[in-house]
């Protein structure tokens, strides 16, 4: 008999993720909405990596950390988007076992790093603006990349560790998935183990990776701002107080849908609002971040002139040679 429960309960193999069954009227709208965002969100990343990869004079730790921030935002949207998309066009909402617990790791995986790597590069502007003498020598080039690996690392780990109790435990009873994509927090419902066990892991793991960078970038953010009120020249204030509030509201707005959505109570009245919560940090985050961070800084602009004037050498020299061909 026990052996014929544990083969009801392994017998789940593939999941329905409910979507935004919300706005069934605007299915088709919402493709196309989310379609130009992704193709946004892709081109504004990968631009801000071959830019700063094609320029050496943006060979800096800022940089560095923004290469990373553009790689890991174009990973997070194509883990999520393309499958969202496939089921708003075709309306197949059906996801393996497997495929939705690789989408839950490889987003577990972003989501830490993305969080640490937000707080790295706030102490980096706090470096460079409130202790500049020092900023040389402190955030150097083999302490970024040591830096970087370290929350790549333990990202890795940790999300591994969670992901494979999820894997080792029974699925049973229903295999709807209210959310469009594999998160955590819903597919651990639907699981037969024993929940006391992987929700304080799982709690454990929101304060490490949530809370406390958001903590530490905050502070940092604080710092950074008493330094700029002391600026005496007004204009330079302003400057300095309009890269740092759109960087803060960016900043704010992720943190901020992330503690709502992991750290507080579920609840069925909740639900529809968590969607709409995880859209900030699963959608609109990935597409602002390279306008934010990278698209209005002046040495970017710089790069992209740099750029494009090689671009328009190449598109003159090629028609020549292919004429003389």
């Known amino acids: ?3 014929i429960e544990k083969r009801n309960q392994t017998a789940i193999q593939e999941f329905i993720l409910l979507g935004l069954e919300t706005f069934l009227e605007l299915q088709i709208l919402l493709f196309w909405f989310f379609l130009v965002i992704y193709l946004m969100t892709i081109t504004g990343n990968l631009l801000i990596f071959l830019l700063v990869v094609a320029n050496h004079h943006l ?13 890991l935002d174009a990973c997070y949207s194509s883990t999520i988007l393309p499958k969202l ?3 708003l066009l075709t309306g197949d909402r059906t996801i393996t076992l497997h495929g ?18 937000l707080s790295a590069m706030s102490y980096d502007s706090f470096v460079a603006i409130c202790r500049p003498l020092l900023y040389t020598s402190v955030m150097n080039i083999k302490f970024c990349f040591q830096l970087i690996a370290g929350i790549w690392i333990n990202s890795l780990i940790f999300n591994g560790i969670l992901v494979a109790l999820m894997d080792s435990s029974p699925f049973c009873g229903s295999n709807v998935i209210d959310h469009y994509f594999c998160d955590f927090l819903p597919l651990e419902k639907l699981s037969c183990s024993n929940r006391n066990f992987i929700e304080p892991i799982a709690f454990f793991m929101t304060v490490i990776f949530t809370v406390a960078p958001f903590l530490l970038t905050l502070i940092s953010y604080i710092c950074i701002i008493g330094t700029i009120i002391k600026i005496k020249s007004t204009i330079g204030r302003q400057k300095a107080f309009s890269t740092c509030s759109s960087h803060l509201i960016v900043v704010c707005l992720y943190y901020g849908t992330l503690i709502i959505v992991y750290m ?7 639900r529809p609002l968590n969607k709409i919560f995880s859209i900030f940090y699963t959608v609109m985050t990935p597409l602002v971040n390279p306008l934010i961070y990278s698209l209005r800084n002046k040495e970017v602009h710089k790069a992209l002139r740099q750029l494009y004037s090689k671009v328009i050498i190449l598109g003159q020299r090629y028609p020549k040679l292919s004429v003389s061909a």
Do not use: K, R
């Open 85 to 87: 998309l496939a089921n």
């Open 264 to 270: 507080l109570p579920d609840s069925p009245t909740m």
């Open 1 to 3: 008999m026990p052996d």
């Open 100 to 117: 939705c617990l690789a989408q839950c790791h490889i987003f577990g995986i972003c989501a830490g790093v993305e969080t640490y790597l």
């Open 59 to 71: 060979h800096t730790p800022m940089y560095l950390f923004l290469v990373n921030l553009s790689l």
